[in-house]
């Protein structure tokens, strides 16, 4: 039986997001429009993903749904073994905490804090203690360059380091995917090229697992895997570089570490299976 | 989030908009201050009502008076009758629950002498216990009668204030002397014209002994009295009693088998009323400054209510300015609130920190207000009596030299911070619960 699992876990071990046939159908008075239109695909750990597609193409709805920010109409959206549409607000929000983090566009940075304090922001819901959260914050802040820049407002600060805080706030916590939805959309391109070369280096540092929107197809570069969205339907998943590939050569170096991982995994999936159990009743 | 982080932000957003909280704290400022000023001036009413009423005497204390008026509901007067009251009735007031002692009391006007000079005063003759049960003035000289047939008496204030020489020209007119009893020999005289006496016989001059002062006191009823024991009145007046006519022998005799008043000690002042309707029972009327009070409470009590519901609706408006400060607050910080959510902020956390943030208008404006209401609260203690005497004006009960028209007692401020924190909440609820229901999209939303 344990066996069993395992060799399951060995082909779906590295699934961090599945989406299976989703749809989002808003209404529109007598109308019916169908944003998302039977979705299947799924982002393997430390994946780059990128939804690409144009304005009115659904895809930041995609991510909406994915974040659990927007319920589905029908589908499955699964995250790190979890039915996301299932959960309740607390569940949700204890989940965001633990595995999600965000890059928005328009940064949505909180204009009365200062630099430190936004990113220090996710840790204050985790309920971290002061000394450590500062602790972090100051670190990731250096980490994305603006370690001159802690303690300045928002307004204070140009739009490339305002994005740089954004990405230091969705980071701080070391969630294992960050959701991104036109990152850039409001910046020039060399401070494109800056953030995009910034969320890339530490997310695979961290081997962290990134999702974005965009309509740039030159940010698609940046991508493992383009999924190229039209009215609402996957047109093309591209795969730039396979992960798969890569995490391989990397499991021989360090098997141990692999395997504990797995382990994890296993009571995950156990714990889950529960869950899906007592959902069913 | 920890609590420290939810006061943290909600004072960060409180400062954030500070002519708005402002606002809304002076709102809240205004009501505590109306509602305490107000309940404070109920209170000061309803206390300066009760020492109005002790000062007249003890409240404790009912009187059953010889004559007994009968009054209509406007406290007019419609009929008066004589009543016996002797030891029967003294006995069986005696027997009645709540009363904790009863005596009979005789009073006879009298003259005083000391040399060339006389004045007046009232035999208030009673037993000797009853002088330790009711609440008498102090004393300056000497004691009260404390064995039976005491010869010790004691005069009130104002007696020995207003002798004068009869025999001297313009006699009234003049400036009254004082005699010192330590110093001056006194004599007294029953003979006041009433019963005739035997032209055979001098007129009975009794010469006091042991004599005792009263301290100045508000109860004026015994500042032209000389307090002595019944026994040893009896044994004065009966020796009086000898120099009289024959008629007028039998009749003073006789006034002498009854009692001028009784006087009743009831253990409780909550207990006069009943006392009181039990002796009527018994057939005879009575009075007491505890019935009186009553009906004066009744008063003071819904003049409270009226001023407390003043205050109230003031405190009910800034209850409204602090719901609608809120739900603009959480207007304006949709998109917030949204990022939040985002960011995996609990809504129940939302929650807390909206009510914290609507409580905290509420205890501000609460602390200030109880501040300024202790300096409202002086002013109209020292500046507001001519507005309260036209107010009042038809209660001459009210003394306006030394009455405090506003009284703060100490659990007063803690009610109203306790109150204006509590509306504060309950004003919060609606929008906190508003709060929590902004979606998650919010943050998504591009335009900034």
């Known amino acids: 039986m344990v066996k069993g699992v395992r060799e399951r876990l060995a082909t779906e071990i590295e699934k961090v997001i599945e989406v299976k046939n989703v749809k989002k ?257 | 989030m920890r609590i420290s982080d939810l006061l943290k932000m909600g004072l960060r957003n409180l400062s954030r908009r500070k002519a708005r909280t402002a606002l809304t704290v002076i709102g809240v400022v205004i009501g505590t201050i109306s509602i305490v000023v107000m309940v404070s001036i109920g209170i000061g009413m309803n206390a300066s009502f009760k020492s109005q009423v002790m000062e007249q005497g003890d409240i404790n204390t009912i009187t059953v008076q010889k004559y007994s008026y009968s009054t209509d509901e406007k406290g007019n007067v419609t009929d008066s009758k004589e009543q016996v009251i002797d030891d029967t009735l003294l006995s069986q007031i005696k027997q009645l629950t709540h009363v904790k002692y009863a005596t009979g009391v005789y009073s006879r006007d009298v003259q005083l002498y000391s040399g060339k000079y006389m004045g007046y005063g009232s035999v208030t003759a009673m037993d000797y216990e009853g002088f330790s049960y009711f609440n008498l003035p102090g004393l300056t000289l000497g004691t009260y009668p404390d064995v039976k047939g005491s010869d010790k008496l004691v005069f009130g204030n104002q007696v020995l204030m207003g002798f004068y020489n009869p025999r001297a020209m313009n006699s009234m007119m003049s400036t009254p002397i004082t005699i010192d009893p330590a110093k001056d020999k006194i004599t007294l005289s029953f003979d006041n014209g009433q019963y005739e006496r035997n032209p055979k016989k001098k007129e009975k001059r009794i010469i006091l002994k042991n004599i005792g002062t009263m301290e100045e006191s508000n109860d004026w009823q015994y500042s032209y009295s000389i307090c002595m024991d019944s026994d040893y009145f009896k044994k004065l007046y009966s020796e009086y009693i000898t120099t009289l006519k024959v ?88 998109k917030e609130i949204g990022v939040m959510k985002v960011l995996g902020c609990f809504i129940t956390d939302i929650k807390k920190l909206f009510l914290f943030e609507a409580a905290m208008i509420g205890m501000i404006g609460g602390v200030i207000g109880i501040i300024l209401s202790y300096i409202a609260s002086y002013c109209i203690n020292k500046f507001g009596a001519p507005l309260f005497k036209t107010l009042l004006s038809n209660s001459s009960m009210y003394d306006m030299a030394n009455a405090r028209f506003s009284i703060i007692p100490f659990w007063l401020p803690f009610l109203a911070a306790g109150f204006a924190i509590g509306v504060g909440i309950i004003s919060g609820y609606y929008p906190a619960k508003r709060a929590t229901k902004i979606s998650a999209i919010e943050a998504m939303k591009t335009e900034s």
């Open chain 1, 25 to 281: 159908i808003y209404r529109m008075g007598h109308e019916k429009i169908c944003a998302v239109d039977g979705v299947d695909f799924e982002i393997l750990k430390g994946e780059f993903c990128c939804l690409l597609g144009t304005s009115g193409s659904g895809k930041s709805t995609l991510l909406n749904l994915m974040a659990g920010i927007e319920r589905i109409t029908s589908g499955q959206i699964i995250i790190k073994g979890k039915n996301i549409h299932k959960m309740n607000e607390k569940s949700l929000a204890k989940f965001r905490q633990r595995y999600l983090g965000f890059v928005f566009q328009s940064y949505n940075l909180m204009n009365s804090m200062t630099a430190l304090e936004n990113v220090e922001f996710p840790l204050v819901f985790k309920r971290v203690n002061t000394k450590k959260r500062k602790k972090l914050a100051r670190e990731m802040l250096i980490k994305v360059g603006l370690e001159k820049r802690l303690n300045h407002k928002p307004k204070e600060m140009s739009g490339g380091q305002q994005q740089r805080v954004g990405i230091a706030r969705a980071f701080v916590a070391k969630p294992e995917i960050v959701f991104a939805d036109e990152p850039t959309g409001n910046l020039d391109t060399k401070t494109t090229m800056e953030v995009m070369d910034l969320i890339k280096s530490i997310a695979k540092t961290n081997n962290q697992t990134i999702v974005m929107v965009t309509h740039d197809k030159r940010l698609a570069d940046y991508a493992d895997k383009i999924i190229h969205i039209l009215d609402g339907k996957i047109q093309e998943v591209e795969i730039v570089h396979d992960v798969r590939e890569k995490r391989e050569s990397k499991t021989q170096e360090n098997s141990s570490e692999e395997e504990i991982e797995a382990k994890e995994q296993i009571q995950e999936k156990e714990l889950i299976q529960e869950q899906e159990e007592l959902n069913g009743k």
């Open chain 2, 247 to 334: 008629e007028g022998r039998k009749q003073a005799k006789k006034s002498l088998a009854a009692y001028d008043n009784i006087k009743v000690r009831v253990d409780n002042v909550k207990n006069v009323t009943k006392v009181q309707k039990q002796i009527k029972e018994l057939g005879y009327g009575s009075d007491s400054l505890g019935s009186t009070l009553e009906t004066m409470e009744q008063t003071s009590n819904m003049l409270q209510m009226v001023l407390g519901g003043v205050g109230a609706v003031a405190m009910l408006v800034s209850a409204i300015s602090i719901a609608n400060t809120m739900v603009m607050s959480i207007y304006e910080r949709t």
